[in-house]
Nanobody
């Protein structure tokens, strides 16, 4: 069993930055992909970014590519999502997730956190 806890969300002005963290506990996650998804009010959950277990591969949604950076520290069982040049359309609840061999499909992820709210004011 893996537990995931997100942190770092909050209110930020458009153009600003935030860094989200996802701490994993329980069974080691060092062999699993780590991913971030988000869900805005009235919209479906969408893929944001993912990083393979060995850091060799990263995946980004087109809407965040060049602005967001995903990273992981397996020694700390933590994943990070650095978000820059934030826009009002980035406002959502952000979820981290993990699963073996996952990429950008939500069904590929086994474990999910409860989410952290990011609000970008224009």
């Amino acid at each position: 069993q893996v537990q995931l806890v997100e942190s770092g969300g909050g209110l930020v002005q458009a153009g600003g930055s935030l860094r989200l963290s996802c701490a994993a506990s329980g069974r080691t996650f060092s062999s699993y992909t780590m991913g971030w998804f988000r869900q805005a009010p009235g919209k479906e959950r969408e893929f944001v970014a993912a990083i393979s277990w060995d850091d060799r591969s990263t995946y980004y949604a087109g809407s965040v590519k060049g602005r967001f950076t995903i990273a992981r520290d397996n020694a700390k069982n933590t994943s990070y999502l650095e978000m820059n040049s934030l826009k009002s359309e980035d406002t959502a609840v952000y979820y981290c997730a993990t699963g073996p061999g996952a990429t950008y499909r939500s069904y590929q992820y086994t474990y999910w956190g409860r989410g952290t709210q990011v609000t970008v004011s224009s």
